[in-house]
């Protein structure tokens, strides 16, 4: 009986805000409450169960208020994603995740708003000034029951043959409180275990198995309804209660009505973000004009 | 503090199952297991809070058993909407719902596989005998917060329009329990109430509203959080649990996580069912080999 | 043997600047060179093959110079918009053509992205201010082959439900020179036939008819193979290769390759620029943040 | 001043019937006819423009006639699939090609209709006799300006790590003659240069550069405007007349009006066939049920 959540300062309110061997921090700017959780050592990756790296959440304003392109709290997100990145080189975008499920469809929105400029290069690119793109090339990696390919393999496969200096990766999270659907945004550096959640044995995607910085990126869609049970439950959570909420052995989870809204939002603010981050020679509505 | 249920088969079993005014059979024919729920009286709608009317219930098998165009079973599911429908004359078919929210979507991606043959006549069509198709005609209804138009007004103001002899209405319900999500279809003859359940006053479709039988089709695609809260916690579902099911006051619903392959398997199902029982002169091959 | 074009300057081309009835001006704002053609009368009408009214054409820059939200020229766009409108009341905006062909998608993406905003009202528009919004409703007419419904009469049923004081239609254009594709944009006031070009018989929407305003807005994406052959080979265009530009009875279309970007491009300038035009107590970054 | 085709009996109609080193053969089965034309040397291969293999050419009824899920002629187009393949093994199918275009999403398309299997392994499968299903992965390329990935490049990433016994790659084609667009089929051993008629030096995927058959299968949805003037024109294409068919250095393409139900018809076709091609231990009704 477990709780399940991606969130690392959720797993760090679950062991206890003293657990040995974690840093953590807060602070503001441009009107966002920023936290910096850092697991730094085997013992805080055993307590939390969250690898070892550096953990930026970022509390979004509730999803009434929107974000516009020129919105200063993009560059306070951009600035905290600019930090994990190399200075310049290759970047590769990963959206993971299902298009077809709104919730799931986070990592695809996104990545399809980011732009791809690898390709962009000789003459035409000096004579307008595009060359100083920073070259950023990017994938969606499908599902596998579509693809009968492993989200694992299917980055490593173009990592091992493009050699990016960083892996970005976004992807829609669970969280352990409805309260924080759409309205937390965490970005880390310690890559990602594709279903790991489920316990399967998949391919990581992290500094020691690529050799570049992975830095993963996402915001909570759904609470697992297990989870939620638990939560509510207590130790009243029962054999019954929990078989209920696994009827035929599928998988329930718990999702606001508005998601279709919460994931465009979250979809625009990431992009918006990363885009700025990733292309500093230029600001967002030229980039946007380029896009 | 109450059960949100759109199936009849659940409001009977709530209410118990010696209500009076209601009258139950079940049958089963070419291994479906169906049931006939007749709310009799107004004594009966009180006590289910269902409209005064027929309400067929159809269990379908677990997800893993699709469907295909050749299935006996859907001219069973089609002989029940049959029953329901005049015998000729125009039919309106409105799917209703939300394409950009997986469990909302069902009503559109169905009536998006419906045969729209109003359109077809003249000369061409009596050369080709297509003048046997009877004639149909599609909409979706969008949502009001991209239309501004509400859906029961924007189905009125076709139906005053085009002069149907029936409506046929699609859409996603609510189920309680979530074992029979993407398992239960439910064809009804009280027409709808979109939103009902929302609690907001809103135009009803109904034959007496709009002077037709219109016809209800639906299968569960979400159980609504607080719904399901009650039914684990019951008397100890408290203020404060309910509050934590609705943060910030937003809804939250419960739905597998394969919620793309039940709403493709069920949109399947009733476009497959219902093009068989509004075009009674081809079958289905015919059918599909004209879309 | 004819020209096919949507577009009134071409129309006027065809006829010759000196026909008569015609009035015609040019002038430039912001950067974008603007013409305003006047149809004054029924010589004027035959003579160009449109209806009395005006049309305002705008010249946009070539497709690698794309529009932001703070861009200037929105605003020149949106004013020539506003001067068509009634002051104030209920706007029905209705995006004709079909979104699964590129060329044909361009009236539904634009008015997926028109801000609806009928159903919002009562104290809580008024305590947050949003009840200085116009009241506009947006509707998607679909295709004939999918619905069975006309353009024309879909547009026309919502129109005698809702009461709008005007309507804005949305559509995909013909012109009869490829350079025109994606940079230029018409406004008239003269209404729409749907499908009048194919020859067909079909409901008018126009002041005439409905009793109110009605503007159409449209960008050329395609032009008729025919016409492109009759204008490249003049009075060599023999019956031999009109047939092969009619292959089994088929029409054919000219398109850009890049027709994506083209009506993506479109379709944001139009929708930000009548979002403006239409929200005058609200500037563009205001309105995005509340879509 | 060249004709465009990607068809090889095009390429030979243009070449001459008597080009040396062309074997070319006709038969019909299950009333479609089909056509076997070899390039047999580097003779014919630069007289053709095509490289040395096998083509299969299927003519297509015209576009009102559909297939259905049990239609014979299926087994006819499979068959023709399935003599170029391995008789098993992993096999990876490639869909080429932009959905956002109609014309160009062929590819997509149709591979999301095919069933991926290579994930399915283990007890459960040998328990539900889905073990017997071929593995199968499938991939779409995506588009190079949206991913900064070349097509060649993405897919040979795949290759190198997935080690298939023979790669699939399905894109749509361009054809010389209007007549042709969604009615026919061409299947060749000869693998594929993406992007190759655009001039660009690109990766190509071939049984040289990837060590196992790549099958190319494909249907024509365009005709170039410029190849189509040349056809009508002859020696009378000057300069004037092709500078307007390339506006601003803008290629144009010919495409019928009714391109969506082209590319739906032949997306199911090469779906359908293929699927049975692959899994020869299912009929297609059971391949359905199970997707």
Known sequence: MQFR???AIEAREIAGENTGGVEFKRYS????????????????????????????????????????????RLETVGNEIKR???????????????????PDSLGPKTSSRVL???HISGEIARSTGLDRLRPVAVMQTGVTGQTGIETGEYILSIV???????????DALASRRPERLGCTLQISDTGISPGAGVGNHRTKITKETVGVPVIA????????????????????????????LMPQGRQLVVIPREIDLLTERASRLIAFALNGALQNEFDLPDLISLM
């Not at 200096?165 to 976004?170: D, G, H, P």
């Not at 869609?221 to 939620?228: I, Y």
């Open 5 to 7: 959540t991606d969130l």
């Open 217 to 244: 990126i996402g915001v909570p869609t759904v609470v697992d309804a297990q989870t939620l049970a638990i939560d509510i439950l207590g130790s009243d959570c029962n054999r019954k209660t929990q078989k209920m």
């Open 160 to 170: 091992r043959r493009i050699r990016p200096t960083a892996v970005v990766a976004i």
């Open 116 to 118: 791809a400029t690898r």
């Open 84 to 102: 994990l990145l190399p200075v310049n080189g290759l970047v590769l975008v990963a959206g993971l995740g299902n298009m077809e499920i709104t």
């Open 29 to 72: 700017e441009n009107g966002l409450e920023i936290s910096r959780l850092i697991v730094k050592n085997q013992k805080a990756r055993q307590a939390l169960g969250k690898e070892i790296g550096t953990y930026i959440t970022i509390e979004l304003p509730s999803l009434t208020d929107n974000f516009t392109e020129t919105d200063k």
